[in-house]
């Protein structure tokens, strides 16, 4: 069974930066693609960024592209959401997730996630 516990999430004024982790424990989480979606209040949960299992490719939403970078240490089984220049509406509950179904593979887009985190709260003020 994979279990995905977020932490880092917080309240930040425009213009900061936060560091969001996942700490992810299974047999073959590994070996999964990894992300990170959000989900605004009254709206839609999406997409923010993803990894591959290795860490080679990484890929973010258009919306966050040059503000936000992901990474993961396998060693450690726990991958990371660096957000900078963090902007009011970037306010949301912040989810990570996992991809089996990406076992092993370059191929990380679309991230169909089968295991999800609770959750971490991300507040922006101006």
């Known amino acids: 069974q994979v279990r995905l516990v977020e932490s880092g999430g917080g309240l930040v004024q425009a213009g900061g930066s936060l560091r969001l982790s996942c700490a992810a424990s299974?047999?073959?989480?590994?070996?999964?693609?990894m992300g990170w979606f959000r989900q605004a209040p009254g709206k839609e949960r999406e997409f923010v960024a993803a990894?591959?299992?290795?860490?080679?490719?990484?890929y973010a939403a258009d919306s966050v592209k040059g503000r936000f970078a992901i990474s993961r240490d396998k060693a450690k089984n726990t991958e990371y959401l660096q957000m900078s220049s963090l902007k009011p509406e970037d306010t949301a509950v912040y989810y990570c997730?996992?991809?089996?179904?990406?076992?092993?593979?370059?191929?990380?887009?679309?991230?169909?996630?089968?295991?999800w985190g609770q959750g971490t709260q991300v507040t922006v003020s101006s």
């Open positions: 997730a996992a991809d089996s179904s990406k076992q092993t593979s370059s191929i990380v887009l679309p991230l169909v996630p089968d295991y």
């Open positions: 990894v591959s299992w290795n860490g080679a490719a990484t």
């Open positions: 299974g047999r073959t989480v590994s070996s999964y693609a």
